[in-house]
């Protein structure tokens, strides 16, 4: 039975949705944003190879 009732419903879905996407494009924006972090470019010493297969 379409209505007020039924019209104020899509009207919710659609912001509900709206700030889905905009939340979504909000996090993607800021994660690529955001620089990684540098990692060593060296190769590890023996040592600190064994170390860490110790773990």
């Known amino acids: ?6 019209a104020h419903h899509g009207r919710r879905y659609a912001r509900a949705l ?12 800021a994660a690529n944003a ?4 540098a990692t060593s470019t060296t190769p590890p010493t023996p040592a600190t190879q064994q ?5």
């Open 1 to 6: 039975m379409p209505g007020p009732t039924s």
């Open 18 to 29: 709206a700030a889905a996407v905009l939340a979504a494009a909000t996090l993607i924006t």
């Open 34 to 37: 955001i620089p990684a972090r």
């Open 51 to 55: 170390r860490a297969e110790e773990r």
